[in-house]
């Protein structure tokens, strides 16, 4: 199908979701600010779950409130993504798939990524991410390369450096936010210091 | 680098305190115990007395997982010429393999603690993990459950057996391990709005309204736990929403649902008072709960 281009912003702060609960299964909501049709540009990501991802109230819960909010911030939701807890095991699970179908009902060219664990680590130079789309009727791996990760280097080197800052525990997913509503779970915060340190050569992030 | 001691301006009994609480209320805030744990046995071994046994213990257990295993082995090796024939000493051994990937020479060692003493449940524990962390999760559960069948007391193990048949989708016996806690824990909101979580997820307006329930039981224990606030809401709603309910239900659950929107309401309001950022999230909820509304009617 088309092309998937994934911003710095969105791949920052999925990684430092992960990395903020490695012993858990986290998974989140992929967003779009550009509008629908030609490639689909992942511009930002909500964090949702690090608990239970398979029970439905607080899934049901979180995508209802994201909606609102992408409502009142011109975003759309055009993936999922997910972390499996077994860094062995990169494979969707049956929730993985459910959600990401629900997805695919309101946005067709929507996206499923895999968090793969093993390759994340320091000086790793691969994205440690495998994306799937929906192709006749089922979740299919899609082309390498049809997925764009624009200034790969200096995204790299971004997360290394909210990393070695310890910056994964300024995340908040919507589970830490129902834990403390005083929490922000658009992360308004951590957004506007990633977009500092990213140059604008990166573009339109 | 500066010391922890001089970074929080902390004495070295207000880190062995520290550690002290971290040790009784279970906390895994790993990172944390290596640098507080790390210094007090490097700077003030000798001040410690005896509690120097079960900190090198906290701290190895801490190191292994943030993949400090020069840490963790030198921890080892003094509980080792401590208490040379020890099973706690083995076990944190084979915890050591564990995090090495050496699973075999892991279960080596459980059984050979096993085989001395076959009630050690901490061996038998560690084994049920490996399972886990190799993806065995139908062996893992399994051997839980035969666990469980003699140890029946052991609240450790029915919440593990919930985690593991709530991420195999299987509901049902996620419901009867929480049934198990429940019963034992009859104070504990957690676990009545987790059941009530499994409950919702099992679908149908049985289940729903068991569900709601047993939110509303979370919420009598704890008015502060959002998640079964919310849970409360939707349950009521879509118990409301049902055609298969009796008039007075329907009406029950109306006021049960607006009740619950009325204090989740309030309290995004109160959270979000003076934070600027928070006025998304209440204005995200507000709007949340009118749609809700909407697709209930």
């Known amino acids: 199908m088309g092309e998937v281009e994934l911003s710095c912003l969105a791949y920052a702060k999925m990684y430092l979701h992960a990395s903020q609960f490695p012993r858990c299964s986290v998974n989140g909501l992929l967003l779009s600010s550009s509008p629908a049709g030609g490639a689909v540009c992942i511009t930002d990501c909500v964090p949702l779950l690090h608990t239970h991802l398979s029970l439905a109230p607080i899934t049901q819960l979180a995508l209802t409130q994201v909606d609102v909010w992408c409502l009142q911030t011109q975003q759309r939701i055009v993936g999922y993504y997910q972390a499996n807890a077994c860094v062995s095991d990169s494979s969707p699970t049956p929730c993985a798939l459910k959600i990401a179908e629900k997805i695919f009902e309101q946005c067709n060219n929507a996206v499923l990524l895999m968090i793969d664990g093993e390759k994340m680590f320091p000086g790793g130079r691969v994205p440690p991410i495998v994306v799937y789309e929906r192709k006749d009727g089922r979740w299919a791996l899609k082309d390498k390369h049809t997925i764009m990760l624009r200034q790969w280097e200096e995204t790299c080197s971004i997360v290394n450096q909210l990393l070695s800052s310890g910056d994964q525990g300024l995340l908040v997913d919507f589970d830490s936010h129902l834990d403390d509503i005083t929490k922000d779970w658009t992360n308004q915060k951590l957004n506007a210091k990633i977009l500092k340190l990213v140059s604008p050569a990166n573009g339109n992030v | 680098m500066s010391s922890i001691s001089e970074l929080y301006d902390v004495t070295w009994e207000e880190m062995r305190d520290k550690l002290r609480k971290w040790r009784e209320e279970n906390y895994r805030n790993s990172e944390q ?38 840490l963790a082995w030198s921890c080892l090796q003094e509980l080792k010429r401590q208490f040379p024939d020890s099973h706690r000493v083995k076990r944190l051994a084979g915890m050591r393999l564990e995090a090495l990937e050496r699973y075999e020479d892991a279960n080596k060692l459980y059984d050979s603690i096993l085989q001395d003493d076959p009630t050690n449940t901490a061996a038998r524990k560690r ?10 999760s139908s062996e893992a559960i399994r051997e839980l459950n035969e666990y469980l069948e003699q140890f029946v ?54 289940n ?24 409360l809401y939707m349950s009521a709603s879509h118990v409301a929403a049902s055609p298969k309910v009796s008039a007075k239900v329907k009406k029950d659950n109306v006021k049960y649902a607006a009740w619950a929107a009325s204090q989740i309401s309030r309290a995004y309001q109160m959270a979000g008072r003076g934070k600027k950022e928070n006025k998304c999230s209440v204005k995200a909820v507000e709007e949340m709960l009118e749609s809700m509304q909407i697709t209930m009617s």
């Open chain 2, 33 to 70: 115990i290596v640098d507080v744990g790390e210094e007090l046995i490097n700077e003030h071994a000798s001040k410690l007395g005896d509690d120097i046994w079960i900190i090198y213990e906290q701290v190895m257990i801490a190191a292994l997982d943030c993949s400090r295993d020069d």
């Open chain 2, 127 to 136: 084994k049920i993990s490996i399972l886990r962390a190799q993806g065995k």
């Open chain 2, 153 to 206: 007391g052991d609240q450790e193990a029915w919440h593990e057996l919930s985690e593991l048949y709530i991420n195999e989708h299987d509901y049902a016996k996620a419901a009867f391990c929480l049934e198990e806690l429940m019963m034992t824990n009859p104070h504990n909101h957690l676990y009545c709005e987790q059941y009530g979580e499994v409950k919702y997820t099992q679908g149908g307006l049985e």
């Open chain 2, 208 to 231: 729903l309204e068991l569900a709601r329930k047993y939110f509303a039981q979370a919420l009598k224990l704890n008015n502060r736990n959002m998640r079964a606030l919310f849970g």
